[in-house]
T-cell receptor, first 113, second 113 residues
């Protein structure tokens, strides 16, 4: 079975721009979670989607948003980029129950200049 | 106090040594516990998943959970240079706030040949 895929793998943007990242979950997985990883804060939860509905949201500003499509693929969007948004953005998929194992993709490394 | 505390290291050991990695947590709602391994420039890879207090063994890896002390450990026996990575503990609950994992900041391990 193919793993979680994320595109693009690397991205360079400038302050004020917006960016869209994409995640394709493992086949049969209906839940997609997004995390931000930085050296200072570690891995922090952004939000989780299941059947196109956001079930849970972390403590991030409204500039961070996401959505999920009927095929379970998910996108996250960051508007008005700030230097502090430079991070590795990780997507994880699971079958969908609360205690399910989450499987991570390789991440998208975003650099904001 | 952070919900999950993990010593960032770095930890350097000789090949063949037994490695002990630990996390403490403060949230009594956490019910399931995971250890992930993350190589440089890769996404986290699940190593161990436990749901109850006690020990769980898988090959050279043993996960230990003590819910009364809010303390979890990962032991690596006969450590190999290929074990050099960052190890992340993660925790989740099945009630409100489920569908998200809370991570420690990770311990960077180097196994020296």
């Amino acid at each position: 079975k193919a793993g979680v895929t994320q595109t693009p793998r690397y991205l360079i943007k400038t302050r004020g721009q917006q960016v869209t990242l994409s995640c394709s979950p493992i086949s049969g997985h209906r839940s997609v979670s997004w995390y931000q990883q930085t050296p200072g804060q570690g891995l922090q939860f952004l939000f989780e989607y299941f059947s196109e509905t956001q079930r849970n949201k972390g403590n991030f500003p409204g500039r961070f948003s996401g959505r999920q499509f009927s095929n379970s693929r998910s996108e996250m969007n960051v508007s008005t980029l700030e230097l502090g948004d430079s991070a590795l953005y990780l997507c994880a998929s699971s079958v969908g129950q609360g205690t399910d194992t989450q499987y991570f993709g390789p991440g998208t490394r975003l650099t904001v200049l | 106090q952070k919900e999950v505390e993990q010593d960032p290291g770095p930890l350097s050991v000789p090949e063949g040594a037994i490695v002990s990695l630990n996390c403490t947590y403060s949230n009594s709602a956490f019910q399931y516990f995971m250890w992930y391994r993350q190589y440089s420039r890769k996404g986290p890879e699940l190593l161990m998943y436990t749901y109850s207090s006690g020990n769980k063994e898988d090959g050279r890896f043993t996960a230990q959970v003590d819910k009364s002390s809010k303390y979890i450990s990962l032991f690596i026996r006969d450590s190999q240079p290929s074990d050099s990575a960052t190890y992340l503990c993660a925790m989740g609950s099945s009630g409100a706030g489920s569908y998200q994992l809370t991570f420690g900041k990770g311990t960077k391990l180097s196994v020296i040949p």
